[in-house]
């Protein structure tokens, strides 16, 4: 009788590994499960998260970014399925719980398809190739808009605030419009946008209609002298890069004083220098000081008496605003300071909103920068306010920086991907053809949720919508639009538009992602050691171990 084989064990304890089957089972049952935490926020009938930290701080919201950011998620292949969302996030601002859903449900038909014992790396090939053939359709489809529209513009405010706080309110749809007309910039034939040139300032107090578009900069700041004025018309505004203080020497020195009259001395000099900096700002023309650093109370006492207000510890980032605000150029030196270096503001006034003083650089006239000042209710509405404003900003972005290239919205643009990806499909030899069929199915997830979270039957949704797409009826989709009577329409005409960014971005990461976590057949994972801390591998002793 053969001796027993023993087994080897080659990973140290408290490692785990799962392979095969079973890995990619799990993985697949991880990524549906963010999915359908998102899931029920899709859409304008798409419903609200409230998440709880572990210091009991409460956010409200339905960006599927956020919700996703606070889960604090631990699986590793749910991990991959949230990068997708801040991938969305950080490439185009919107469109996070549509590439979410999309990955969930890729990857849940590949699990029928790996149920038909079709090898993962067959289904990731017809996932690349229908990936890249919904590239070309989106192409295709696309619209252009024009970008100088405000009306247009509007629309794709519209879209993208219809299911949040905001509600698609039509003074907050044109305070955003505005803000993104204001900070565009032509180079070439292009035109680009600068989202960090629009601030929003957030102040609790007030309803949403309180919300006010400032044509210029806000900031956190009161004057450093209450003897300043807190008004001043037609400023001329200097940006100083410096401390109106007297500096310490960078070398070792001592100041030997033997009478007392020296100390008098001492003192008057270190004034004078002082009076001197104030001087030269007065020369100057300047009426408003925006100081990035200290400013010295002998200092402040003179620009008071000089009429001048005055600022100081602005950070770099509202300096910068200021600067594109206003025209004026940021000083380093008050040497260099000159009339050519001020910035214009029709008006620089210190206001008290909800009992926090800020300072408001307004009427400018041309600004760069400007200042959507946002109000609500509570600390949560202006927070879920504030994220309805930065989506909305991003497919602004989107939309102006790409040609005015859009899609119509409401799971029209997915259901005519969907139904050209089939007739590709049949051109196709071998497995991957079921591939690109699941990929097909798996895009009208989008229509079939939107339906759902309306309380419509998904089913005869998805029915009537491939027909009404088999009749060349492009822009179909799912319109919920009337609160009584949801239906299909054209959602072009209806004014319902998405950037195709958007469109395309989430496709890509969406299936990027579902083909990565496919491929895996092996975990192995590391536990944690009785320290809390990752475990050391084996044979590498800690400090003090022989």
Request: charged share 30%; proline share 3%; with cysteine.
């Amino acid at each position: 009788m053969a001796d027993a084989v023993q087994p080897i064990f080659i990973l140290p304890e408290g490692y785990s590994r799962t392979s095969g089957k079973d890995a990619q089972r799990n993985n697949i049952a991880a990524a549906k499960a963010v999915a359908n935490s998102v899931k029920s926020t899709l859409g304008p009938r798409g419903m609200d998260k409230m998440l709880v930290d572990n210091i009991g701080d409460i956010t409200i919201t339905n960006d599927g970014v956020t919700v996703l950011k606070n889960m604090e998620v631990e699986n590793p292949a749910a991990k991959m399925i949230v990068e997708v969302a801040k991938t969305q996030e950080e490439e185009v601002g919107d469109g996070t719980t549509t590439a979410v859903i999309l990955s969930g449900e890729l990857l849940k038909n590949a699990e029928t398809l790996l149920d038909q014992s079709i090898h993962p790396t067959l289904i990731a090939r017809g996932y690349r190739l229908a990936a890249n053939r919904a590239q070309e359709v989106l192409d295709k489809l696309k619209i252009k808009l024009d970008v100088n529209s405000k009306e247009d513009l509007s629309k794709i405010v519209k879209t993208a605030t219809i299911g949040k706080s905001t509600g698609a309110d039509e003074y907050v749809i044109s305070l955003i419009v505005d803000a993104i007309q204001h900070v565009k910039s032509h180079s070439g034939n292009n035109e680009s946008v600068e989202l960090d040139d629009i601030k929003v300032e957030k102040k609790i107090g007030g309803g949403l209609r309180d919300s006010k578009l400032v044509a210029g900069v806000v900031i956190d700041k009161e004057p450093v002298h209450p003897n300043m004025p807190e008004t001043m018309k037609d400023a001329k505004i200097v940006l100083l890069n410096l401390a109106l203080e007297i500096e310490k020497t960078n070398i070792d020195a001592q100041i030997r004083i033997e009478k007392p009259e020296q100390i008098e001395a001492f003192l008057n000099q270190e004034e004078k220098m002082l009076k001197n900096m104030v001087t030269k700002i007065k020369d100057s023309g300047a009426t408003v000081v925006v100081c990035q650093k200290g400013i010295d109370d002998a200092a402040q006492h003179f620009l008071a008496k000089a009429g001048i207000l005055g600022f100081r510890r602005v950070s770099e980032s509202d300096i910068k605003k200021i600067s594109k605000a206003t025209g004026a150029k940021i000083v380093s030196t008050l040497d260099e300071l000159e009339k050519s270096s001020l910035g214009d503001a029709g008006l620089v006034h210190v206001d008290k909103i909800a009992g926090e003083t800020l300072a408001f650089i307004e009427k400018c006239k041309n600004p760069k920068s400007v200042t959507i000042l946002v109000r609500g209710g509570t600390e949560h509405v202006v927070d879920e306010i504030q994220r309805a404003i930065e989506d909305s900003l991003g497919d602004l972005k989107s939309v102006i920086e790409d040609g005015g290239a859009i899609v119509a919205g409401g799971g029209a643009c997915e259901m005519e991907v969907s139904k050209q990806l089939r007739d590709f499909a049949t051109k196709l030899e071998g497995r991957e053809q079921l591939a690109v069929n699941a990929f097909s199915d798996a895009l009208e997830i989008v229509p079939k949720t939107l339906a759902e979270n309306a309380g419509m039957d998904p089913i005869d949704i998805i029915v009537d919508l491939r027909a009404a797409h088999q009749k060349e009826q492009t822009w179909a989709g799912v319109d919920l639009l009337d609160v009584y009577k949801p239906k299909i329409s054209d959602m072009f005409k209806q004014g319902v538009l998405e950037p195709l960014r958007t469109k395309k971005q989430a496709i890509k990461s969406a299936s990027e992602a579902a083909i990565m976590i496919l491929r895996i057949d092996d975990i192995i994972s590391a536990g944690k050691s009785a320290a809390g801390g990752q475990p050391r591998m084996p044979g590498m002793g800690g400090y003090g171990e022989e």
